[in-house]
């Protein structure tokens, strides 16, 4: 039986000390699209008051995080040493690989809106033992779809190529529109998508049907199509991504992407038992405040397949 496009509603979770963010991804109804494992949407909300967005040190494994700032500032620490300052327009790359830890917190000095996409990208086997890596990319390619401000934010289209280095073929592309616009984007059949609105309203022209989407839901599109009909009547932004469907049995449990239940008991009996000398995680340099603490790992993890 062949898939068909499907609504998913995001849900509503507490992102570190308190900050509400919707979560489209992984879902009931779908647990990646391509290597893409988690998805995020936090904001547009207003952090001028209080302590803003304040995610503690915490690990990482078998995966890469992609943080996509569209509106204010965010502050990245990691392990590896890394302090780097997140700007609207640019994305924040982190290749946890075997191990990595890391912070994310509003600067003490900031805009007062903060509006972001965070995201997970799982390992294939072949790197997700691969040592650490963290990367900025403050220019990504921007170009006209249609009447929409395309920014390529992972992989290829038309001729345009993202500098951001993922290990799975995959697409990550923001489309925003100030006014009324319609594009049309040409998708790869072998490609499964993910269409998530960031801001405002837009429809989606499927056959012969236009559909409404509204912030909150992701609309999974199965492989085998090959556009993407959109249109907004006012001013929108939209997140599509796409990959190949992902072939191996991911298990997501935490902050931990691995394919066992040991694999990921040992990671966490690894970050909860750590001493100074841990030479898995390291420690986060400059963040004031504690680390996370990892939940107890269930006796069954749900797959990705
Ligand atoms: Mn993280």
Redo the contacts with the bound molecule.
Sequence with gaps: MSKTSQRIEARTSILGEGMLIRRALPSREQRMIGAWCFLDHAGPVDVSQGEGMR?GP?P?IGLQ?FSWLIEGEVLHRDSLGYEQLLRPGQVNL?TAGQGIS?S?ESPAQRPPTLHLA?L?IALPDSHRHSVPAFQHYPDLPIFAAGGFTATLLVGELNQHVSPVAVHSPLLGLDLSATTAASAVIPLRADFEYGVLVLEGNVEITEATQSEALASGTLLYLPPGQTKLDLHCKAAARVLLIGGTPFEENVLLWW?FVGRTRDEIAAATATWNGRTGADTVFGDVPGYVGSALVAPAVPTEIRSSR
């Design positions: 995610v915490h990482h995080t982190m890391h994310e965070q997970w902050n």
